[in-house]
């Protein structure tokens, strides 16, 4: 399975931007696709997730009301549309997969994820 997400760039305080993260492979499923994020110097941290079959989605505390998840079954597809961006968003974006079953609480862990992006670079100037 692979990963390829895009969308990143340089944008000012207060812009929005579009990441996309589209899966492609053979026999593959999807519970879950989610978006990691991972500043200089700090841990890759949980942003959001979308389930596939509800579309539930789930947000971090920083991003919530700012950062919309959404998915495209037809296309294997999920967005995630960032609005109000902060310097603080600044980091490297990635995508990841989930394909098996678990928890709800666990879709905010690193390692519930089976496949990953290669990340894309958002850079937030003040």
């Known amino acids: 399975v692979q990963l390829q997400a895009s969308g990143g760039g340089l944008v000012q305080a207060g812009d929005s931007l579009r990441l996309s993260c589209a899966a492609s492979?053979?026999?593959?499923?999807?519970?879950?696709m989610g978006w990691f994020r991972q500043a200089p110097g700090k841990e890759r941290e949980f942003v959001s997730t979308?389930?596939?079959?509800?579309?539930?989605?789930y947000y971090a505390d920083s991003v919530r009301g700012r950062f919309t998840i959404s998915r495209d079954k037809s296309k294997n597809t999920a967005y995630l549309q960032m609005n109000s961006l902060k310097p603080e968003d600044t980091a490297v974006y990635y995508c990841?997969?989930?394909?098996?079953?678990?928890?709800?609480?666990?879709?905010?862990?690193?390692?519930?994820?089976?496949?990953w992006g290669q990340g894309t670079q958002v850079t937030v100037s003040s």
């Open positions: 990841a997969l989930r394909s098996g079953y678990g928890s709800t609480w666990s879709l905010f862990r690193v390692a519930e994820y089976d496949y």
């Open positions: 979308i389930t596939w079959s509800s579309s539930d989605a």
């Open positions: 492979g053979r026999a593959f499923s999807i519970t879950a």
